[in-house]
Structures are given as C-alpha cells and as structure tokens.
C-alpha cells in the first residue's frame, strides 16, 4: 500500500477577507475532491487572507499510480483549478509506502 500526499501553497492575491478567501478555497477543494476522488482539506494558514494552504492524501496499491495522481491534482491546480483567483506557488508530493 502507498500513501501519496501533497501540500499545495497558494497565493490569492485578490482576497480582501477572510470570507472571500474561504469561498475560493471551498469551492477549490470540493471540485478537487469530485474531480480526483481524493481526501483534501485547507491545513495551515488558516487566519490568512491571501495565503492558503492545501493538503491532498490519496492511497493507492502502485507507488507510480499514486504519483502521477497528485501530479495530475497539481497540474490541474496551477492550469485552472483555481480559476485565476488561485494561484499555486509551492507543491511538494511524498510518497510513503506502508
């Protein structure tokens, strides 16, 4: 069994609260989540206006399918998934093999 996790760092530049931030990052995780069907929730920076960051766990039987999952999260992520009001500035991916 593989355990793949990824951290995403973003930048929300046009965040003026609280509010607005969480609408953008609810809206992110629960389109990730549909899209990929993997485990995602807002881990650090919680008080942060324009900085969030994202957790992303999914377990897979094959090290190789877990990786390529979170790189397809990622990807998908810093092309559109944020809709211009994300921005990722930061992924970092480990795999941890149980």
Known sequence: MVIGSLVLTL????????????????????RVRRTFNVAVAE???????????IGVACVSNDRRHADEMLNKVANWVAEDGGRGEALLTRQDIELIQA
């Open 11 to 30: 930048h929300l530049p046009q965040s003026q609260s609280l509010k607005s931030k969480r609408q953008v990052i609810s809206s992110l995780t629960q």
């Open 43 to 53: 881990v650090e920076s919680l008080d942060s206006w324009q900085l969030a960051v």
